[in-house]
Nanobody
Framework: VQLQASGGGLVQPGGSLRLSCAAS????????MGWYRQPPGKEREMVAT???????DSADSVKGRFTISSDGAKNTLYLQMNDLKPEDAAVYYC???????????WGQGTQVTVSS
């Protein structure tokens, strides 16, 4: 199983980015997929998750600004990030939980920098 995250970069405050996470296999084998982030010097934290039933959850700090979605046909997870703030700067990781084994899989991370 491989998760390939992409879409990070440098953006000004108030800007937008869309992260993508391409899975090597079918995402229907996962019960939940999500995005996590790790700011410099801090612990990794949950940003948003989505179940394969389409139920989403997100951190209070990103509610109303970030949207998580998935495309089963493309085996890809997305995170649309709008109105980015400097405190959103972090390495963003995608995560997937196998529905049968409950094993967690992680992508390699993509850097998001928010700066003017």
């Amino acid at each position: 199983v491989q998760l390939q995250a992409s879409g990070g970069g440098l953006v000004q405050p108030g800007g937008s980015l869309r992260l993508s996470c391409a899975a090597s296999g079918s995402i229907v084998s996962y019960s939940t997929m999500g995005w996590y982030r790790q700011p410099p010097g801090k612990e990794r934290e949950m940003v948003a998750t989505i179940t394969m039933d389409g139920i989403t959850d997100s951190a209070d700090s990103v509610k109303g600004r970030f949207t998580i979605s998935s495309d089963g046909a493309k085996n890809t997870l997305y995170l649309q990030m709008n109105d980015l703030k400097p405190e959103d700067a972090a390495v963003y990781y995608c995560n997937a939980i196998n529905k049968w084994t409950r094993i967690h899989y992680w992508g390699q991370g993509t850097q998001v920098t928010v700066s003017s």
